[in-house]
């Protein structure tokens, strides 16, 4: 598949909201390993600390931290953007924010599974919203689930265990008429290959670690919205007080990931493009599951909404669970772990715990394996899958 990268967000990832004479010419910015910055007077620090683009104390905001969130804003379109310490501390902090108790959530049911569990284990018992969850694949659905009291839908396209995918703009359009905030996690697709703001979400969620990082050293999550009002709210309202800033060694760690961002996304795909087209062709294995694959059952809305693929999939054998598990065990290239987005190869079985019940619900076997495609080259990973599956009876 031919990609064409937007040249406004290469020359953001490049050299936009950089100031080279500053910097003293250096093509990297610095690291501002500060926790207070100082005034010339008391009237200026007081007039500072209101302002965004002001610094004056590491928990509230950082210069490091403050250039990642421009370019991340940039490259989503949206108005501002705010970087965490984790996807998690983002994604709580998008529901702190936008709901209190009584308050009532739409989740659709393939999202990040953290946020089910900080539901369930805070969210709902302590803090009093509740949450309930939809496919997300039918408008229908999601209208009857809509209550009075809904604040906010929790929603991730594709999503990264059977990589369904939602009509965007159709579910952005539904919530504005009944006045549901809508939150998409965009770490899959990264800014690059899909701009849900310009489909009529209100706020996109990414997980730094992944993708937008690259190398696996670092922890990060971030929030965009075209709603610039609302980052504010959320950066002095929220994540001033529960102290998610990214911290700056990490802010500087994804900004030198975005900068090699396309060059790797474009070998992920091609990597993953092989990887899937050839166990789609093995006799042992029963259905893949990756949005590049024509056969996706979503093909024509993957087309109108993704420029791009990346490295992860999933893959179900016609065998029982134990031998996905031998499966995955046999492969020498692809590390066990629970992660993605990094440049190395990983393979779990993702399900293998799960309930017969919880997996059905999802449309899987408990046997479903799920892989990212790193950076290997394509001849390697292929060869290290076709051994593993020799290696089952």
């Known amino acids: 598949m031919n990609m064409k990268f937007d040249s406004d967000q290469l020359f953001t990832i490049t050299h936009e909201f950089e100031d080279y004479e500053r910097q003293l010419g250096a093509v990297s910015p610095p690291v501002y390993l500060s926790s207070l910055h100082v005034f010339p007077s008391f009237e200026e620090y007081l007039k500072g600390s209101g302002d965004d683009d002001a610094f004056f104390y590491g928990r509230v905001s950082n210069p490091t931290a403050r250039l990642l969130e421009k370019k991340l804003a940039a490259m989503e379109h949206g108005a501002d953007a705010l970087v965490f310490s984790s996807g998690m501390a983002a994604a709580t902090s998008a529901i702190l924010a936008t709901c209190q108790a009584g308050d009532h959530i739409l989740c659709m049911?393939?999202?990040?599974?953290?946020?089910?569990?900080?539901?369930?284990?805070?969210?709902?018992?302590?803090?009093?919203?509740?949450?309930?969850?939809?496919?997300?694949?039918?408008?229908?659905?999601?209208?009857?689930?809509?209550?009075?009291?809904?604040?906010?839908?929790?929603?991730?396209?594709?999503?990264?265990?059977?990589?369904?995918?939602?009509?965007?703009?159709?579910?952005?359009?539904?919530?504005?008429?009944?006045?549901?905030?809508?939150?998409?996690?965009?770490?899959?697709?990264?800014?690059?290959?899909?701009?849900?703001?310009?489909?009529?979400?209100?706020?996109?969620?990414?997980t730094l670690s992944k993708y937008i990082g690259g190398h696996s050293d670092l922890i990060g999550g971030a929030?965009?919205?075209?709603?610039?009002?609302?980052?504010?709210?959320?950066?002095?309202?929220?994540r001033e007080w529960l102290g998610g800033i990214l911290g700056p060694m990490e802010a500087w760690l994804a900004i030198r990931g975005l900068r090699s961002l396309p060059a790797r996304l474009y070998m992920h795909q091609d990597t993953a493009m092989k990887a899937a087209r050839f166990l789609e062709s093995h006799p042992?294995?029963?259905?893949?599951?990756?949005?590049?694959?024509?056969?996706?059952?979503?093909?024509?809305?993957?087309?109108?909404?993704?420029?791009?693929?990346?490295?992860?999939?999933?893959?179900?054998?016609?065998?029982?669970?134990?031998?996905?598990?031998?499966?995955?065990?046999?492969?020498?290239?692809?590390?066990?772990?629970?992660?993605?987005?990094?440049?190395?190869?990983?393979?779990?079985?993702?399900?293998?715990?799960?309930?017969?019940?919880?997996?059905?619900?999802?449309?899987?076997?408990?046997?479903?394996?799920?892989?990212?495609?790193?950076?290997?080259?394509?001849?390697?990973?292929?060869?290290?899958?076709?051994?593993?599956?020799?290696?089952?009876?």
Not at 170 to 199: H, R, W
Not at 301 to 324: C, N, V, W, Y
Request: charged letters at 20%; glycine letters at 8%.
């Open 109 to 206: 049911r393939d999202s990040y599974r953290p946020v089910h569990a900080f539901m369930a284990n805070v969210g709902t018992p302590r803090l009093h919203i509740e949450i309930s969850f939809v496919s997300g694949t039918d408008l229908d659905e999601v209208k009857r689930a809509i209550r009075p009291n809904t604040r906010l839908m929790i929603l991730e396209s594709p999503a990264t265990f059977v990589f369904s995918v939602i009509d965007i703009k159709a579910i952005a359009a539904l919530c504005k008429e009944y006045g549901v905030t809508t939150y998409l996690d965009n770490t899959y697709s990264t800014p690059l290959f899909q701009n849900p703001l310009d489909m009529g979400i209100d706020i996109v969620m990414h």
């Open 223 to 238: 929030l965009i919205s075209k709603d610039a009002d609302l980052i504010h709210k959320m950066r002095h309202g929220v």
């Open 284 to 393: 042992k294995v029963k259905s893949v599951h990756y949005t590049g694959l024509p056969s996706h059952p979503q093909a024509e809305l993957i087309k109108k909404q993704m420029r791009g693929h990346t490295g992860l999939m999933s893959f179900e054998l016609d065998r029982e669970p134990d031998e996905a598990v031998k499966m995955i065990n046999a492969l020498k290239l692809f590390g066990k772990g629970c992660s993605w987005g990094g440049f190395e190869s990983l393979a779990l079985c993702t399900m293998y715990t799960a309930s017969e019940e919880a997996a059905r619900a999802s449309g899987v076997s408990r046997g479903l394996i799920r892989i990212h495609c790193g950076l290997e080259g394509a001849d390697n990973l292929v060869a290290d899958l076709a051994q593993a599956l020799d290696s089952i009876v």
